[in-house]
Nanobody, 121 residues
């Protein structure tokens, strides 16, 4: 059974930090492109960051310089610094067995259930 399980979400004040984790099982995810997407209330799900198997990264303009994606074995991480209220969303981990780093959701064939991140004072 293929699973991606996110953790690390929560409530944080503006300017604070959170580290999200995504644990994969059922496949050798170390050879997959991994990504994070997010969906805010009333909005479409959007790309946040991606990392290829060799370690190439790509970021949405809205998070460049604040978020860092990384990976180790079957896990993928998203370090989020200088958080803003507009970062509030459900964050999803995704995996692609064939695409390089991509911002297109259709290129990802496995998805987690999501973890809530709320940035508020």
């Amino acid at each position: 059974q293929v699973q991606l399980v996110e953790s690390g979400g929560g409530l944080v004040q503006p300017g604070g930090s959170l580290r999200l984790s995504c644990a994969g099982s059922g496949r050798t995810f170390s050879s997959y492109t991994m990504a994070w997407f997010r969906q805010a209330p009333g909005k479409e799900r959007e790309f946040v960051a991606a990392i290829s198997s060799p370690g190439h990264t790509d970021y949405a303009d809205s998070v460049k310089g604040r978020f860092t994606i990384s990976r180790a074995a079957q896990s993928t991480y998203l370090q989020m610094n200088s958080l803003k209220p507009e970062d509030t969303a459900v964050y999803y981990c995704a995996a692609s067995s064939w695409a390089p780093t991509s911002s297109y959701q259709r290129n990802y064939n496995y998805w987690g259930q999501g973890t809530q991140v709320t940035v508020s004072s």
